[in-house]
């Protein structure tokens, strides 16, 4: 039975440091924090701006680690690309912001790991659904009318343009 210990810190994307608390807890396990904390700011960069929760699971034996990474909410994520600090209360009525369809699908990726959906243009559609609860609009329109234009591949070319990022989107790392 191996011997684990996990790790948890709270920090911005992409600005893990061997400060303490994450560097001597790093040391106490006997890794090398400056790789560790390089691997989650490598991780995180996407969520530049925004707290992300991350553990650090360690084999005390092997000293072999893996990292998770709690994401930020979709809503916080969608309102950051919108500039804008809440949802709307009455989202059909007041917006309260414009973001692009390229925002859209950079979510959709971030997101990747706790998605259903199966292909790019499913998670797309899911971020719309999100974007358009939250009194949002995309493209200066109803979300929902763009999701009928995705449905219809008037966006291929875009989501084509994304499908490799896709692919390669984070789903756990261990070393």
Known sequence: MPRTKM?????????????????????EVGL????????????????????????????????????????????????????????????MHNKVGDIKLEDVVKVAIMKKPQLTAKSLKAAVKTILGTARAIGLTVNGKDPKDVLKEVEEGAHDELLKRYEEEWAKAYSGVSV
């Open 7 to 27: 790790i948890k810190v709270q920090i911005e994307g992409g600005k893990a440091s061997t400060a303490p608390p994450l560097g001597p807890a790093l040391t």
């Open 32 to 91: 090398d924090p400056a790789e560790v904390v390089a691997k989650i700011n490598e991780m995180t960069k996407p969520y530049e701006g925004l707290t992300v929760d991350v553990k650090i699971f360690v084999d005390l034996d092997t000293k072999r680690y893996r990292i998770e990474l709690g994401l930020p909410t979709t809503t916080s994520l969608l309102l950051k690309f919108a500039g804008a600090s809440e949802p709307s209360g009455d989202p």
